[in-house]
């Protein structure tokens, strides 16, 4: 009679199991679309990663804020060129922001990394 006892609860165990997996499947949604397409950064934001600024041109509009963020595993920096603005080290995950209140053309660069190089354009 343990023999039998045992085999079902072995079974109701199983079913159980059995319910949940597929009540996850079930209520776990459709798996998200992909692409082999990088990730764009978003508008008016520039993305610090593998050693460049990307996109490494931006136009924005007189009054906008632009905003670096630092993918990279180590510290870059956003430094105009012509003293503008000037973010200081940025680890990994760290922003930086400024808002551009005159048309012009703003190039800038990493103090750090000096070959990295980017610009800003703002139109009015």
Not at 22 to 28: I, K, R, V
Not at 69 to 94: I, M, P, R, Y
Not at 102 to 117: E, F, L, Q, V
């Amino acid at each position: 009679m343990k023999h039998h006892l045992l085999k079902a609860s072995a079974l109701v165990l199983l079913m159980s199991l059995a319910g949940a997996i597929l009540s996850a499947c079930q209520y776990g949604g459709t798996p998200a679309a992909t692409t082999n397409q990088a990730a764009q950064p978003a508008a008016n934001s520039v993305e610090i990663k593998s050693m460049a600024f990307t996109p490494a041109a931006l136009t924005v509009k007189v009054g906008q804020t632009v905003t670096w963020t630092n993918q990279d595993q180590f510290a870059h920096t956003v430094t105009s060129d012509a003293g503008e603005f000037k973010s200081g080290n940025l680890a990994k995950g760290g922003t930086y922001t400024f808002t551009f209140t005159k048309a012009g053309t703003y190039t800038y660069h990493c103090n750090i990394h000096t070959s990295m190089k980017a610009k800003v354009i703002v139109t009015e």
